[in-house]
């Protein structure tokens, strides 16, 4: 603890003397901030001063803004101008963003340590937040017209997840489109990345990778179905579909019957509907398959479990995705 005397002979005021002392302990970082100042009763002790006297000090250092009272709590060192950020030249700082702040306060600091001017800071910092309203203004999922069920599904579940409108594209239109505009942000699945990047790249415009669903839980299940039963895979995408196909068949070879279906096929859908024991389905397709057998119930004896896949687009990648585009 830093020892402070009083001169009791003094013409300067006893009060005045242990507000010079403190005052100086915070401008010289013996007291940084947050520092928990010495109670009223311990710096009596120490100083021999009357805890009125004191407490008359302390308050005069409120009002000064060196410190501050938290009820219950105690008097601590205050942060003042750029430490931080004050409350009272930062008025538009509020308590929940104070992180936030901080965060810009060490990024700034150190750009300002590498050379860089205020000035040059400020328009990177500029330019980057414009730049990243500009491509949450547009959001494009590319794929390959081959397979524009995977792009309907992702198209799906991205706008339930962003609340943004969100636009559908075939990877060989997207050159074209592209020339008309650099603010947007495309999204792909990691199978299309290489094929998007080369036609995004050089255009200045943004490209963001999203990882998949692993489909765990339905993998475990489908390992532990019975020899021989039939399983239905109803998917937007026909890649899906076949994939599902390829992974089923190295899981469990030929112990299992599996019947594929898009929903758009309704023939087919009626068919998976009465011979299958398990019918797994995305999202999106979900409404079609239960129609479906709602309207077979008669015909069926024992309905069969339905599945639905809550997500194609992996969890993680969604939200990096909202943080990417300020959501």
């Known amino acids: ?159 339930i997840s962003l609340k943004i409108p969100v636009q559908l594209v075939a990877i060989e239109e997207l050159t074209a489109l592209l020339d008309k505009t650099t603010s947007a942000t495309v999204v792909t699945n990691r199978y299309f990345i290489s094929d998007v990047e080369a036609i995004s790249a050089p255009k200045g415009v943004r490209v963001i990778p999203l990882d998949i669903y692993d489909y765990s839980k339905e993998l475990e299940l489908l390992k532990s179905l019975p020899k021989e039963n039939c399983v239905g895979i109803v998917s937007l995408s026909s890649g899906i579909v076949r994939a599902a196909q390829a992974i089923l068949h190295g899981l469990r070879g030929d112990e299992l019957l599996i019947m594929t279906s898009q929903p758009k096929d309704a023939y087919q859908i009626r068919a998976i509907v009465k011979r299958a024991e398990v019918i797994i389905s995305d999202q999106a397709s979900f409404p079609t398959v239960q129609a479906a057998l709602q309207a077979s119930l008669e015909e069926i004896i024992r309905p069969p479990k339905l599945i639905k896949v809550e997500n194609y687009i992996g969890a993680t990648s969604i939200n990096l995705l909202k943080r990417e585009l300020g959501l």
């Open 1 to 159: 603890m830093i020892k402070f005397r009083i001169q009791p002979d003094s013409e300067i005021p006893a009060s005045s003397q242990l507000f010079n002392q403190i005052q100086f302990a915070i401008a010289s970082r013996q007291y940084p901030p947050g520092y928990k100042l010495p109670s009223t009763r311990a710096l009596a002790m120490q100083t021999g001063l009357h805890r009125n006297t004191i407490s008359k000090v302390y308050r005069q250092l409120e009002e000064d803004g060196f410190v501050e009272s938290i009820a219950g709590s105690g008097i601590y060192v205050r942060s003042q101008g750029h430490e931080y950020g004050s409350k009272l030249q930062y008025p538009f700082i509020r308590k929940e963003t104070e992180d936030g702040y901080k965060l810009v306060q060490k990024a700034l600091d150190e750009m300002l340590s590498q050379g860089y001017s205020l000035h040059q800071a400020r328009e990177i910092f500029l330019g980057e937040i414009d730049w990243r309203l500009s491509c949450s203004a547009q959001v494009l999922v590319a794929v390959p017209s081959h397979d524009i069920g995977v792009g309907e599904l992702m198209v799906y579940e991205l706008k």
